[in-house]
């Protein structure tokens, strides 16, 4: 993890996320490291997770979607007026999926997210996955941000419709946000300035208790020389604009525009820079990129000089001498996708923007500022018109030594809206007991397991099957059906169990691995049916027909048996002392999360590996297949069969070395033992060339 590991709110923030379900808000002022820490959270949970903002702009900085793209909003207030346009607005199959399937959903820069925007999320959430009595359809949700920051926007109209609905247009007014009530964290420690006098200044504006020496002090830099390579911070983009034309045009050189080169999808919006990027020699430009290299020479936002251009080079003056030679970058247009075998969710590239990494930086809207750090600014705040700006833009700075304000500061340009001060005065943002965290991680266990035993959805894809011409099905759904008020009541004592202040974990341990032993033989029953149905019949067109609902409930089936298994894998380790949080991270340690899937992955294998799909698959590994060829035999994908195969590791029925060479397992062992667990992270250090069933057959081995 790339983060300060002294930092307790950090460390709790990411118990909380990986260990409960509970919706949690971290806030912090300008520099806590709430960028670093949504950074180390995207490689560091297990739950399938996307990340959303705002703004493009906000989005493009975290890594994510936009709010409305994803979930397809309209610009319209969600308010019951409006309920006929959501409801008439549809999300397509792949983002559907994704959303079915999704566990958490980070929303960052939540100081620009309107009220109605979130339950307008709400609703979308609770329709596509069906769950109408979950906020959210069940999904965790963090946010990050601080509320300190720019404010959510609304046309007057927009505003005098929402007025009648909520009590205030920040996130925190949502209905969601009231039914939920997140825990609210705050980060303490900041990172970005270190001169006490600063950072009193910012305290100061931030919360609207400036005092007449605060004004003075501030105002002592209003006007003075300000450094060559620093940029100016203003209020509107026209002013920002004006700026820069102006600035451009009065260099001698002549202009040169260079031309982006977009593949695919890219919408305007999200442009990162300009697709005619304008440049002269001498022209002052903002970075738009990091250092990935271990000198950290430059950063998001750091300013420079342009010295050269050339077709594919632009050579940049850092100050100093210090250049800089900058390519062309690229930057990826994804959307998510589902892999219906594995469950997982992944991003697929659909278009791309090639153009070197600068913008012009003469001038800069406060807005497109939010998230970066400057050396040296020129603040021209005259025209505030919202609360926050005036903190976003003196907390970009480092330290006071780089400021010049255009025009002197006073009171009535300082706004803080009195709701935000309630809220915070109302939240004091504090570290949960263990206690508390424990009883959280109790419950969140409780429903894990609830969720592993619930037939629910195999009980809906045999029912959708029942029209089927044999009885398999039909009696199968009846058996099933038969054992729900057995379940029901399994469920209770689960709940009953992890309520009270006496948790007796072998009895947990005991009755799982009963209603284990209970559903396992009719679950095995009804696959080894299809099994043998699916060979007498594999030339029947008729039964094609009914081939994807009755491969619905194979998968199903499968999965719950998997599911089983975890469950008694789960139980075991609360038994042994291990808390909610400990038994979850050695679930996790192969990079799959069980809740609320239905498909046959890895977590929790036994050594019991005995299902009729898995020995089929062994069986024709055995004969001299290869994975492929039993993936076309069989009709199932080869992360599937992977699957299939790795679970007989642990009987000794297979050797690692047998489903990769040597070479292979070396480098993929070497790569764990890094210290690694998300199985993305393994691939993309390996250079995508081992799949994720090698990387799951290494972790099983290992374990």
Avoid at 81 to 103: K, P, Q, S, V, W
Avoid at 186 to 200: A, C, G
Avoid at 492 to 520: I, M, N, P
Avoid at 646 to 672: A, C, N, Y
Wanted: with cysteine; glycine share 6%.
């Amino acid at each position: 993890m790339d983060f300060d590991r002294d930092n307790a709110v950090f460390l709790q923030a990411f118990e909380l996320i990986n260990s409960t379900d509970k919706d949690i808000f971290i806030s912090g002022k300008a520099g806590t490291g709430k960028t670093t820490f949504l950074k180390a959270l995207r490689t560091n949970t297990f739950k399938r997770t996307l990340v959303a903002a705002p703004t493009g702009v906000a989005a493009i900085n975290a890594a994510g979607v936009t709010i409305h793209s994803l979930f397809n909003l309209p610009r319209n207030p969600f308010v019951p007026e409006n309920m006929e346009i959501f409801h008439a607005r549809n999300l397509d199959n792949t983002t559907r999926e994704i959303i079915r399937n999704l566990e958490l959903l980070v929303i960052d820069e939540v100081s620009m997210l309107r009220c109605d925007t979130l339950d307008g999320i709400d609703y979308v959430l609770r329709r596509v996955r069906n769950n109408q009595a979950e906020p959210f359809g069940g999904i965790q949700v963090v946010y990050i941000g601080d509320l300190f920051q720019l404010s959510p926007i609304a046309s007057d109209t927009d505003a005098a419709i929402l007025k009648k609905y909520y009590s205030g247009r920040f996130f925190v007014d949502s209905n969601v946000y009231q039914l939920t009530n997140p825990i609210y964290l705050e980060l303490i420690k900041v990172y970005r300035q270190s001169d006490p006098e600063f950072l009193d200044i910012l305290n100061a504006v931030r919360e609207n208790k400036c005092s007449a020496s605060h004004f003075e002090l501030l105002n002592g830099y209003c006007k003075q020389e300000a450094n060559n390579n620093a940029i100016t911070l203003t209020t509107h983009n026209r002013k920002a604009d004006l700026i820069n034309e102006s600035n451009l045009s009065n260099i001698g050189s002549p202009e040169k525009v260079l031309s982006a080169k977009i593949v695919g999808t890219y919408p305007p919006e999200l442009y990162p820079t300009s697709k005619e990027l304008k440049l002269k020699l001498g022209a002052v430009v903002m970075l738009l990129k990091n250092d990935r290299s271990k000198v950290k020479r430059y950063y998001n936002g750091k300013t420079g000089i342009v010295v050269k251009i050339e077709p594919h080079k632009l050579t940049v003056d850092l100050g100093d001498n210090d250049l800089l030679e900058l390519e062309e970058e690229v930057w990826a247009n994804t959307r998510q996708r589902v892999d219906l075998e594995t469950q997982t969710v992944s991003d697929e590239q659909v278009g791309s923007f090639q153009q070197f990494p600068v913008k012009l930086a003469w001038a800069i809207t406060i807005h497109k500022s939010q998230g970066l750090t400057f050396d040296n600014l020129i603040i021209d705040a005259g025209e505030t018109f919202a609360e926050g700006q005036i903190y976003v833009a003196l907390s970009r700075l480092r330290s006071l030594a780089g400021l010049t304000l255009k025009e002197q500061l006073s009171p009535a340009l300082v706004k803080i809206n009195p709701r935000i001060k309630l809220f915070t005065d109302n939240n004091p943002g504090s570290m949960l007991s263990k206690d508390i965290l424990q009883n959280l991680q109790w419950g969140f266990a409780g429903r894990i397991l609830a969720k592993l035993f619930d037939m629910s959805d195999l009980e809906h894809y045999i029912g959708a099957a029942q029209n089927h011409p044999l009885s398999i099905v039909s009696s199968s759904y009846r058996s099933l059906s038969d054992l729900s008020d057995t379940f029901k009541k399994f469920c209770v004592e689960l709940s009953d169990t992890f309520k009270s202040d006496e948790k007796d974990f072998h009895k947990v341990f005991e009755r799982a691995s009963a209603a284990a032993g209970y559903f396992s033989p009719q679950l095995n029953s009804l696959l080894d049916q299809l099994r043998a149905f699916d060979k007498a019949h594999a030339d029947d067109i008729n039964y094609k027909n009914q081939l994807p609902a009755l491969r619905n409930v194979k998968r199903y089936a499968q999965g719950k048996l998997t599911g089983l298994t975890t469950a008694k894998t789960f139980t075991a380790s609360l038994q042994t002392g291990k808390n909610p949080g400990e038994a979850m991270a050695m679930l996790r340690k192969v990079g799959k999360s069980m809740i609320g899937t239905s498909q046959a992955n890895l977590m929790g294998v036994s050594a019991q590996a005995k299902n009729s799909l898995e020995r089929e698959s062994l069986d024709l590994f055995r004969s001299g297949k290869s994975i492929q060829e039993i993936s076309h035999l069989t009709k199932l994908g080869i992360p599937t069969i992977e699957f299939h195969l790795t679970t007989f590791l642990g009987t000794g029925e297979l050797d690692v070395l047998e489903l990769m060479d040597s070479s292979q397992f070396e480098r993929i062992k070497s790569v764990i033992e890094q210290g690694n667990t998300s199985l993305s992270e393994i691939r993309r250090q390996l250079g995508g060339t081992v799949s994720f069933g090698q990387i799951n057959a290494v972790i099983a081995h290992l374990s």
